[in-house]
């Protein structure tokens, strides 16, 4: 099984949607059309070009072709299809690609489960929930119920610009306003429920506002949904100073970024991310210009996080308060970057301040001269170990031993030598021991230890392996068939799809016998989305776009099966030799007289 598809006659995928809606979204979103909204194209004969996205282009190297629906770099290889192009450039998985689409293209999708099975809410009603309430709130802070609410925020230097864009809210004083008026617009409170919009009454019949009388933050998802919303207190009186949206089927603080939506674009330009505390922060930040930053929902870095933002950034700075709740909040987080293999740096805040007040003191040119020159990792570690234990040898080895805990986490042996080098250096520096020997030999020790760690190793090598090229005679079917879908099933005669050694290609193979078979024609872009898997679309479209002229299909095909055959017998020939030579080994006269009748009749 490769990435949901199992190789053999049939091919099985556990999609949310089913080959019709795909279908259907595929036809409705032309290549051209969709690419020229984030790439300037020009013709050129019967392909567009221009330059690639998706990497720092001179020149134009970058291809889309209206004729298969699909586009190709000439440089960095990027290539597929609508949905492949949207999940590389909106960092999508493909289920939430076709989602972006559909909605794009104005078609409704029904609601599935992740088995495949009607859940018991309809997702796409649950984000009209949340933009209908995201309305709600905005339409009070513009009443007159909402004075105080501007006032506050004119105070706090929030532009009206940044009000608008945030789309910030009020939520009134009232226990059933939002819930009524919801019911007005035709939600039921059970739908409101399930958006965590309203709370049902404890021992009694009925339902309350869980929002009241608080300053409102819409939470969006990086498709620019509502998914939730953040609440600031309003009154010294009321708990808690900030209040989230329950977890939801839509919104989980431990998954969310606050401002990420709107951060993403400049966090791919610069290349780094900056993660700040609060609400509040995002906006100044954002008025000031400094648009590559985003905030956790009152809650610790997830594992989740991390993954999330390294879809948009290879970098990290995290900003956090020079007081040592703030330190140690950040410091937590550790072991997620170097587990995640992501380069982290930490930028500290002038004593008392937030990074409005920084914003405020220093302007936007110095607030990034702050994240630019933020300190590296396990300097930031060093230090801050150094920082916060006491002078005695016991506290210093237990501080030392900290530090090791995070080094360990490193997936890739080679990095973990280098850093552990590296820590040698700033710890005799940082703790003002001279003896650097023993030093060395106490942290080789301890990495000893810590150096079992199996799993991040396999885990880095997937993630940072280069894909090899597929074997030259499976490549050479691929394209045949592909280039010329008369002959498939001439293929299919002679190869099935697990006579192919490479996995890759088992799968390709696997899925253009299925779109066959559906009796639709074998276009790249159909079997792509098919797939739903961006390496094989890009193998798909580079071997159509860089194959495309090469013709003589039926020549080419005897050829290639002549090889492939000659390839299967020398292959045959080197297992039972291997297995002749076994059977001698042990002895086992019978099994080798076998394997010698079987030998010389291949031959």
Not at 10 to 39: C, M, N, W
Not at 239 to 244: M, R, T, V
Not at 567 to 585: H, I, T
Request: charged letters at 30%; glycine letters at 6%.
């Amino acid at each position: 099984m490769l990435n949901g598809i199992t190789v053999g006659v049939s091919v099985s995928i556990p999609g949310r949607f089913t080959e019709d809606i795909k279908e259907q979204v595929r036809h409705a979103t032309d290549v051209v059309d969709l690419v020229s909204q984030y790439v300037t194209l020009k013709t050129t004969g019967k392909h567009f070009k221009g330059l690639c996205p998706f990497h720092d282009d001179k020149t134009p190297s970058f291809i889309v072709t209206p004729e298969r629906q699909t586009y190709h770099c000439f440089a960095c290889k990027a290539g597929g299809d609508v949905f492949t192009f949207v999940m590389e450039q909106e960092k999508l998985d493909f289920p939430a690609a076709l989602e972006f689409l559909a909605r794009r293209a104005g078609i409704t999708l029904p609601a599935r489960g992740r088995e495949g099975k009607s859940p018991s809410y309809d997702r796409n009603r649950l984000y009209e929930v949340n933009e209908w309430a995201a309305k709600y709130f905005v339409s009070l802070l513009s009443s007159n119920a909402g004075d105080s609410v501007r006032n506050y925020l004119s105070n706090r230097r929030f532009t009206e610009e940044t009000i608008s864009s945030w789309q910030l809210g009020f939520s009134s004083d009232s226990w059933d306003g939002l819930l009524k008026a919801g019911q007005r617009a035709g939600y039921r409170a059970s739908e409101l429920e399930k958006a965590g919009l309203v709370l049902a009454r404890e021992g009694s019949k009925g339902y309350y506002d869980r929002f009241r009388n608080r300053l409102m933050f819409p939470i969006f998802d990086i498709q620019n949904r509502v998914i939730g919303f953040g609440a600031r207190k309003l009154r010294e009186k009321d708990q808690p100073k900030y209040l989230n949206s329950p977890e939801t089927p839509l919104f989980s603080k431990g998954r969310a970024l606050y401002g990420l939506n709107k951060a993403k674009k400049a966090a791919g330009e610069n290349g780094s991310i900056a993660i700040v505390e609060g609400y509040t922060d995002v906006l100044m930040a954002h008025q000031n210009g400094v648009t590559n930053v985003v905030a956790t929902l009152g809650t610790a870095l997830t594992r989740d996080h991390v993954k999330l933002l390294k879809r948009f950034a290879p970098q990290v700075v995290v900003v956090f308060d020079a007081d040592p709740a703030g330190q140690k909040a950040s410091d937590r987080s550790l072991d997620i970057f170097v587990e995640e293999s992501m380069e982290v740096n930490f930028a500290e805040l002038p004593p008392g301040e937030d990074p409005c007040d920084t914003l405020s003191s220093v302007g936007p040119d110095g607030f990034r001269k702050l994240l630019n020159q933020g300190e590296e990792l396990f300097a930031y570690r060093v230090r801050l170990a150094r920082k916060t234990s006491s002078n005695t040898p016991a506290a210093q080895a237990e501080a030392v031993d900290r530090i090791l805990e995070t080094v360990g986490r490193i997936p890739n042996g080679v990095e973990r030598a280098l850093v552990l080098d590296r820590v040698v250096k700033l710890v005799a520096e940082t703790f003002d021991t001279n003896d650097e020997r023993a030093l060395r030999r106490r942290l080789q020790n301890r990495m000893k230890r810590l150096n079992t760690r199996p799993e991040l190793d396999s885990r880095h090598r997937r993630n940072n392996d280069v894909q090899s090229p597929l074997p030259p005679v499976e490549r050479e079917v691929l394209s045949i068939g592909l280039l010329c879908p008369e002959l498939v099933e001439e293929i299919e005669k002679s190869v099935r799809p697990e006579d192919f050694s490479d996995p890759r290609s088992s799968a390709i193979f696997a899925a253009m016998l299925h779109v066959q078979r559906s009796g639709t024609a074998v276009e790249p872009s159909r079997i792509a989305s098919f797939l739903e898997d961006k390496e094989l679309s890009r193998l798909l479209v580079e071997i159509t776009t860089v194959d495309a002229e090469k013709g003589n299909f039926r020549t080419r095909l005897k050829l290639c099966l002549e090889r492939w055959e000659q390839d299967r017998k020398r292959a045959s020939a080197r297992s039972l030799r291997a297995q002749l030579k076994a059977a001698a080994s042990s002895g086992d006269t019978e099994a080798e007289r076998k394997l010698w009748r079987d030998f010389t009749n291949r031959l």
